[in-house]
């Protein structure tokens, strides 16, 4: 089992829509908690990051964290083709450690 | 100008060759590292380093090395390079106790 699992996607949805994308991993070391966003050809960009549990929203974006259950997820409000990318979730234990990356799921919204 | 610069960004061999990539950052971060970016199998971690003198392996390091030559330049290099390191591969840097990463634009990496 991978340390973070995320579905591949695509994941379609119309424009205005509620996204929500999830990661599930399995180290509970982890404490850092991060969505990167992808457009095609280019490198990943940070989003967001959060620490433990909780939520953290900036804009229409929204982390979610519960190390309970060890599911993160990110929401995306009034989602617009802009939008459209890739997304990977990313852990780490912070400070020197590596981060893990999800594989990323790929949003497409329509117009 | 961008924090993280990587060259070339496009790059077409043959099996067999040696092949280097640069990157370089402007930010004076000291973690730096190596990701290749494969369809359905996310970024997987080749190097990375902390320091000058400190340089570590990743998942997948087998069949490349690397080398810090100043706390803004990491180059990568295939000694050999085989069809399946076609890839697109991405140089990162690392600051805080979030280890929060920037992304260069990548390479795009083909041999034949």
Redesign the interface.
Known sequence: QKEVEQD?GPLSVPEGAIVSLNCTYSNSAFQ?F?WYRQYS??????LM?T?SSGNKEDGRFTAQVDKSSKYISLFIRDSQPSDSATY?C?T?A??????T????TMLLVSP | DADVTQTPRNRITKTGKRIMLECSQTKGHDRMYWYRQDPGLGLQLIYYSFDVKDINKGEISDGYSVSRQAQAKFSLSLESAIPNQTALYFCAIGTGQVNEQFFGPGTRLTVL
């Open positions: 591949p850092y991060m050809r280019k490198g990943p960009e940070l990051y620490y990977l990313a780490s912070g400070g020197y450690s590596t981060l990356f999800g594989k990323g």
